[in-house]
């Protein structure tokens, strides 16, 4: 007996078990739309009336079991009232769910994550697909909000508080094994015993799990206080409250009514109103959005790559490699001698043992990474990658050599950071064959993957890079050859303005703090000593030949110095153990509020600059890519977002005051009066 909906499905079984599968129409993957929590209610009506011994929830997807929440919904809600009608609405689902008068089972085949996971943890017993692809967490608080559908309440109940805390505060996911060691699921087997599982919990009906010993008493009311006071101190030393109120929202809901489960519920629902109407979950699920649309970019039918050969050695040529081999591509590595491959594997293994856990897959990984110091594996390869000093002339000359020895039908790729790929394509007799596809350091950490589509690039070869860097998990963003691209373009003016504020008497602390208070990952001058003074310097006189930028001073003393920042233990700041210091006691001759619009206001104009001459696409791509390239303060949307939010006028406004003031370089760009038009 076969009962179908748009989006779910019913079936009873001649054990009286009945199953309910999710199967979100035109979707490859479930999410908890209006429209399917209706069908799902309308499910257990009908499932309730048939009475079956049991109920089992799993997934009709191979993708998994269900994403979340359609975050598309969350957009136009623009009040508290009507929020809190649709989030009472998917808590009043789930409690019924709770609330069958037979045992249920939330049988999980990969991602559980977000709504996905509130679901499962209202079913009585769960069982999970162990392996690679299983992901089950509440990550809501990446999107400015936390769980709204009971996932506070009953992932307490189920872990204890401290536990469900971290996970909800941090948004991490959980893999099969951990989520049953926090209990979060009942029993971990192999996606073939995923039916049988569930069949034998509802057979045997074994005690639901609760926590015990010091996890039950922390959420005591004597507790909670002392245990809030204490997550929340620390809390705050990672996130400003006035930029990230999610996480804080949900601590205190947690303090004031852990142990009320009916005052829990309803203080859940007020504060995801209260939170998702703001402007840092708007912003946030902008950012989201503009992540899904990245992934798509790199999702057309271009054939996978087998086999990648990698040229340069050096951290990032080396990180590349490893990096691939992890995501399953066979790669050989190339450079001059064996000894310089050696520390490229050595930071592999390194790489492989800290995310895949076990020896076998290590060792898999491992396998697949080969060190080829005669580069034989650039004949066999479908894409080759070069990353070698920053020269034209030496990278020109590369690919020369290379290009007899390769497979006709191979990519050639560029990791070059901020050459134009036509100068470096006059060397091919094909330069159709030729595009850019420039990773950042450090390569296991950083999202974003620029692809850079050069005036003679193939589109079938742009095509095949874009579906690459997806194939390895990371995001592409589309960008068009021209000096330094996008990121390191706009990075650059900002970078340099916070050296000509340090050589002006700004303190070095004064000008990073600037920046970090305005929601930057870290302030410029501590980004300059990270990445290496001397790599400044270079890039920087590579940019001068195309646009209007000089070394300052400041920065060609320290580098003549030897002082080149973490690497060489000084720059800016003195570097004790890997960690930064700064004996800069000066005061500020300048106020906070104008150090921020000086840096903030030559990032932002140099965005404009870029959109204007199409660098990129269009605002959305050029905010995707400074929030995942820079990190640039994702609560605020993206640069474009905030000049459009802060006031396009206002901001170009005061960069003529600036120009005034300090001189050319602060010139509003030409876009200005025409970038909103482009939203």
Known sequence: MIRKYKNLYVE?????????????ADASANTLSAEVLEEFDLCLDYVENMKPSGLVILSAKKSGFIAGADVNEFVPIKDEATALTLIRRGQAVFTRLEKMPFPTVAAINGFCLGGGME??????????????????????????????????????AVMGGPAALDMMLTGRAFNA???????????????????????????????????????????????????????GKKLAQKANPAHYPAPFALLDVWRKHAGNLERMMD???????????????????????????????????AAKVAHLHVIGAGIMGGDIAAWSALRGIRVTLQDREAKFIAPAIKRANELFTKRLKEKRLVQAAMDRLIPDVKGSGAGRADLIIEAVFEEAEVKRALFKGLEPKARPDAVFATNTS????????????SPERLVGIHF????????????????????????????????????????????GFLVNRVLMPYLLEGVILESEGVPVTAVDRAAV????????????????????????????????????????????????????????????RGHPVSFDKRDSLLSESEITDRLIGRFVNECVACLREGVVANADQLDAGMVFGTGFAPFRGGPLKYAADAGAWELAERLKEFEAKYGGRFKPDAGWSSFTKDR
């Open 12 to 24: 009873l079984d001649a054990a009286n078990i009945a199953w309910l599968y999710f199967d979100r």
């Open 119 to 156: 679901l499962a943890l209202a079913c009585t017993y769960r069982v999970a697909r162990e392996g690679e692809g299983t992901q089950l967490g509440l990550p809501e608080v990446k999107l400015g909000i936390h769980p709204g559908f009971g996932g506070t309440v009953r992932s307490t």
């Open 177 to 231: 094994k951990a989520a049953k060691k926090a209990g979060l699921v009942d029993m971990v087997v192999a996606e073939r015993h995923l039916k049988n599982a569930a069949r034998h919990l509802l057979k045997t009906r074994p005690p639901k799990r609760r926590p015990g010993g010091l996890m039950a008493l922390a959420d005591s009311a004597l507790a909670r206080p002392f245990l809030a006071n204490a997550i």
């Open 267 to 301: 203080a859940e629902a007020r504060s995801v109103a209260k939170l998702i109407t703001g402007a840092t979950a708007q912003n946030l699920i902008r950012v989201f959005t503009l992540q899904e649309k990245m992934k798509a970019a790199g999702k057309k039918n």
């Open 418 to 429: 901020s050459i134009p790929l036509e100068e470096i394509a006059s060397a091919l007799t």
């Open 440 to 483: 950042f350091n450090p390569v296991p950490q950083m999202q974003l993957v620029e692809v850079v589509n050069g005036a003679a690039t193939a589109p079938e070869v742009f095509d095949r890079s874009l579906a690459y860097v997806l194939q390895i998990g990371k995001l592409p963003l589309a960008v068009k050859s021209s000096p």
């Open 517 to 576: 208070k305005f929601g930057m990952p870290m302030g410029p001058l501590l980004l300059a000593d990270t990445v290496g003074l001397d790599i400044c310097h270079h890039v920087t006189k590579i940019f001068s030949a195309h646009m209007p930028l000089t070394v300052p001073e400041k920065l060609e003393q320290l580098v003549k110095a030897g002082h080149l920042g973490k690497k060489s233990g000084k720059g800016f700041y003195d570097w004790r």
